[in-house]
Each structure stands twice: as structure tokens, then as C-alpha cells.
């Protein structure tokens, strides 16, 4: 059984930093494409970063690039989103996904929801202007 769950998040100010946690257990021999989504009442669910868990390769949105960034640490099997330089557009609540995959179907596939089977309970991150 695997089981995704989120930690961190919170509120801050614009221009403030949050990092966010994910921690993916119950599949030792499997690499994932493990993945951070938002979203936003009436809105869809947004892909923001992924992260594959064997080779490294990180993926990020336009929206994020240059400020969030994706890691891990594959030994805890966790993952982490530091969120630099926030806005109040990144207010969310942020999910974090994961889906059994090689590197290309992760590279193809990560900003979409329906691509990941498991899925964490989400946590909220909030930014004030």
C-alpha cells in the first residue's frame, strides 16, 4: 500500500519562503514520478514541479521557474518544494502525487493529474501582499 504525505506549508508575506515536504513509503522497489500540484477553488488542478525519483530530472511550470525548486531525498523517499519569492498568486493548496513510471513517461506525463494513482491529502500555503 502506498501512502503519500504532505507536511509543511503555512502562511507568509510576498517575497517570503516556504518550503513544503512529501514523503512516499510503501514501494522500495519502485522509482516514481513524484510530482507537486495546486490548486484553487473553481480552478484546476495546476502541475507545478516533479521530481523522478531514480534518475533526478526535475520538471517545473513557467509559472515557478527561477524561484521554486524541487528536491529529494531518496534514502527517506521525500520530497521537497522550496518556494522562494512567493506571490499572492502561488496562494494554494498544494498536493503531492505519485505515480510509478520511468524517467520519459515522467518527463511527458508530469503535469498531468490523471497520470498519478497516489495522492496525498494536500496542505495549504497562503501569501499575503
Known amino acids: 500500500q502506498v501512502q503519500v504525505v504532505e507536511s509543511g506549508g503555512g502562511s507568509v508575506q510576498a517575497g517570503g519562503t516556504l518550503r513544503i515536504s512529501c514523503t512516499v513509503s510503501?514501494?522500495?522497489?519502485?522509482?516514481?514520478?513524484m510530482t507537486w500540484f495546486r490548486q484553487t477553488p473553481g480552478k484546476e488542478r495546476e502541475g507545478v514541479a516533479a521530481?523522478?525519483?531514480?534518475?533526478?530530472?526535475?520538471f517545473y511550470a513557467d509559472s515557478v521557474k527561477d524561484r521554486f525548486t524541487i528536491s529529494q531525498d531518496f534514502p527517506k523517499s521525500t520530497m521537497y518544494l522550496q518556494m522562494n519569492s512567493l506571490k499572492p498568486e502561488d496562494t494554494a493548496m498544494y498536493y503531492c502525487?505519485?505515480?510509478?513510471?520511468?524517467?520519459?513517461?515522467?518527463?511527458?506525463?508530469?503535469?498531468?493529474?490523471?497520470?498519478?494513482?497516489?495522492w496525498g491529502q494536500g496542505t495549504q500555503v497562503t501569501v499575503s501582499s
Open positions: 502525487a505519485a505515480q510509478a513510471a520511468g524517467y520519459g513517461l515522467c518527463g511527458k506525463n508530469w503535469s498531468r493529474p490523471k497520470f498519478h494513482m497516489y
Open positions: 521530481i523522478h525519483s531514480g534518475v533526478g530530472a526535475k
Open positions: 510503501g514501494h522500495p522497489e519502485d522509482t516514481y514520478c
